[in-house]
């Protein structure tokens, strides 16, 4: 049992992970039209990792009683300057991502909810990580510069980049990890 704050602080990060999804999904189609399919593919395997963040949070929130309730997702934006400009602004929005985890670990912290906080903190390590991809993205972005060689074999790394993570959550999050 979780108390009912926790709840719905729980069910805001639900609409964020849906809303890091959705960006997602729309740099996915906008690198599709820019003709970089390795790209696309990245962003599209990003968006199944947000939906599985949201899912996570779906199923904890059920198990532990409360109810899920969804909000209004807000549209993405659809047009970028570049591919340096679509992972500017993954990095700024997953330090936005970092921050609200932050602050749901600081309110669980508070509240003496053991269970929340062992919850979230899968989420804390994840975000090492996506910042990390981030920062190596704009890195090796800001090397190539307008070299377009160089971004067609970038492009083509990318498109080996597989999704790992459950997709089908038909059985919970617990029935596709199994
Ligand atoms: Fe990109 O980690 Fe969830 O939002």
Redesign the pocket.
Known sequence: MIKLEMAQALNEQIN??MY?AYLYMSMSAYSGKLGLKGFANWFMV?YH??MY?AMKLYEYIQRQGEEVILGTLEGPPSTFESPLDMFNQTLT??QY?TKSINDLMDMAIKMKDHGTQIFLEW?VV??IE?EENDNDMILQLNLIGDNAHALLMLDRELSGRMTTVPVDFSKGVEGAVA
């Open positions: 964020r992970e890091s990003q990792e947000e963040h929005h997953e991502i989420y994840e975000q996506e």
